[in-house]
T-cell receptor, first 113, second 112 residues
Framework: AQSVTQPDIHITVSEGASLELRCNYS??????LFWYVQSPGQGLQLLLKYFSGDTLVQGIKGFEAEFKRSQSSFNLRKPSVHWSDAAEYFC???????????FGAGTRLFVKA | EAQVTQNPRYLITVTGKKLTVTCSQNMNHEYMSWYRQDPGLGLRQIYY???????DKGDVPEGYKVSRKEKRNFPLILESPSPNQTSLYFC???????????FGPGTRLLVL
């Protein structure tokens, strides 16, 4: 069955500290992978995506993610978190030749001053 | 400005009273989709549309209908809403090949 798992429901980091949000997927076909961010009361905004090629992808707001096929993972990282990064983060997977998208349950990030 | 709009943004209704949530995009995207967001469950896809007059079920289509008569519009219809359809609903659109989805601001629905 196709699924996306974000093991951490919420994470708290101090401002300036590094961040890693985990994402594992189960998908039979070649996956397209995404990270979206949802600020309070807002819709979702794309942070970055992986379709093919270099497995380390750069996104907006200083985020990056690494695709590891052997681990079925697509973890999101940021070297130094800012208070404005506090939001909910969603990992998503879609099929290269398909139209369905599956989202993880989300990880809520809290940033301590 | 390129955007996806949804109306209404907030809606309170009663069980069984038909309602429609509209979604419109101005980016000439072929693909449109509806999701519901519930705490702890993330976003679940209700229906999607690959182009005009082409729609298909997502993971949680029960109790919902959609139509795609024009490229820019993709309304979500609840023929007989029930309390378990209380949720936050998002519409999204994308170019078919691009697959990056652009989301609307959300519609918060409460069914009493």
């Amino acid at each position: 069955a196709q699924s996306v798992t974000q093991p951490d429901i919420h994470i708290t980091v101090s401002e300036g500290a590094s961040l890693e949000l985990r994402c594992n997927y189960s998908y039979g076909a070649t996956p397209y992978l995404f990270w979206y961010v949802q600020s309070p009361g807002q819709g979702l905004q794309l942070l970055l995506k992986y379709f093919s090629g270099d497995t380390l992808v750069q996104g907006i707001k200083g985020f990056e993610a690494e695709f590891k096929r052997s681990q079925s993972s697509f973890n999101l990282r940021k070297p130094s978190v800012h208070w404005s990064d506090a939001a909910e983060y969603f990992c998503a997977v879609g099929a290269a030749g398909g139209f369905k998208t599956i989202f993880g349950a989300g990880t809520r990030l809290f940033v301590k001053a | 400005e390129a955007q996806v709009t949804q109306n209404p943004r907030y809606l309170i209704t009663v069980t069984g009273k038909k309602l429609t949530v509209t979604c419109s995009q101005n980016m000439n995207h072929e693909y449109m989709s509806w999701y519901r967001q519930d705490p702890g469950l993330g976003l679940r896809q209700i229906y999607y549309s690959m182009n005009v007059e082409v729609t298909d079920k997502g993971d949680v289509p029960e109790g919902y209908k959609v139509s795609r008569k024009e490229k820019r519009n993709f309304p979500l219809i609840l023929e007989s809403p029930s309390p378990n359809q209380t949720s936050l609903y998002f519409c999204a659109s994308s170019l078919t090949g691009e697959k990056t989805q652009y989301f609307g601001p959300g519609t918060r629905l409460l069914v009493l």
